[in-house]
């Protein structure tokens, strides 16, 4: 990946690798083996978000519209995110939350900053649905690892560098293991129970796929998705390999 460290440090130098082996070779091979998938997905990218922008638009006005009307604020809101090679991201997303709520950077079931469409949007991920115009703009891919909060991201920056190698996406691995994850967050200490036990899976997947970048890949993660946001049926995710299936409870 040329130039990746001299792009995170202008944009975040905490994420600059600590102690990695320089290989300029092996990462100018892995560049070349990667750009015919690479153009494949953007190719991707570019029809699919086209599309679904224009075939969603009078279902995307009346989200705006409903979100207004909801609570008083703007119907979207923007939030800080690490992008791929370490580039700020301002992610935008329907708003879920009343205008000036503080707290707790992350979100749980039953969150009182909600508003009243807030937990809807939530369960069904319709506040992600504006960042289809990140992956028009070449900024997100439609698949990938998601975009993850500087604050977090700059504690793992060896990790990091590996996973923000490949664009960020608005779905992959991590995103169906823990659909979830609102439910399964510590009340009473939700930021340390996501870094300490959560952050680290998640990680685990994102730098799995990233290191197994392919077409194929990310069309089981796109069927995947569609069973457990859609059909709301609980997919498992397997730690080791990444395969997917039927959660049994």
């Not at 750009?35 to 978000?49: E, M």
């Not at 409903?66 to 008083?72: A, E, G, Y």
Request: charged share 25%; proline share 9%.
């Amino acid at each position: 990946m040329p130039n990746t460290i001299t792009a995170q440090a202008v944009a975040n130098p905490d994420l600059v690798p600590h102690g990695l082996p320089a290989d300029p070779a092996r990462e100018l091979r892995e560049t070349l083996r990667r750009r015919p998938v690479r153009a494949a997905k953007r190719a991707l990218d570019i029809t699919v978000s086209a599309v679904l922008l224009v075939a969603l638009a009078p279902v995307l006005m009346a989200l705006a519209l409903l979100v207004r009307l909801d609570s008083p604020g703007p119907s979207f809101f923007r939030c800080d995110r690490v992008g791929y090679r370490g580039r700020p991201l301002r992610m935008v997303k329907f708003r879920k939350m009343f205008c000036g709520a503080t707290g707790a950077p992350l979100t749980r079931a039953g969150d009182e900053r909600f508003t009243r469409l807030g937990p809807w949007l939530a369960k069904y991920k319709l506040d992600e649905l504006p960042q289809l115009w990140h992956v028009l703009r070449g900024e997100m891919s439609l698949v990938g690892p998601r975009p993850e909060s500087p604050d977090f991201a700059t504690r793992y920056p060896d990790d990091y560098y590996r996973i923000l190698s490949v664009k960020p996406g608005m779905v992959g691995l991590s995103q169906i293991a823990f659909a979830e994850e609102t439910r399964v967050l510590d009340p009473d200490e939700p930021v340390d129970h996501y870094l300490d036990v959560l952050l680290p899976q998640k990680i685990r997947l994102d730098t799995m796929y990233a290191a197994g970048l392919s077409i194929w890949l990310d069309v089981r993660i796109l069927f995947w998705t569609f069973v457990t946001v859609v059909l709301r049926k609980p997919v498992a995710v397997h730690r080791e390999s990444g395969l997917m299936n039927i959660r049994r409870r």
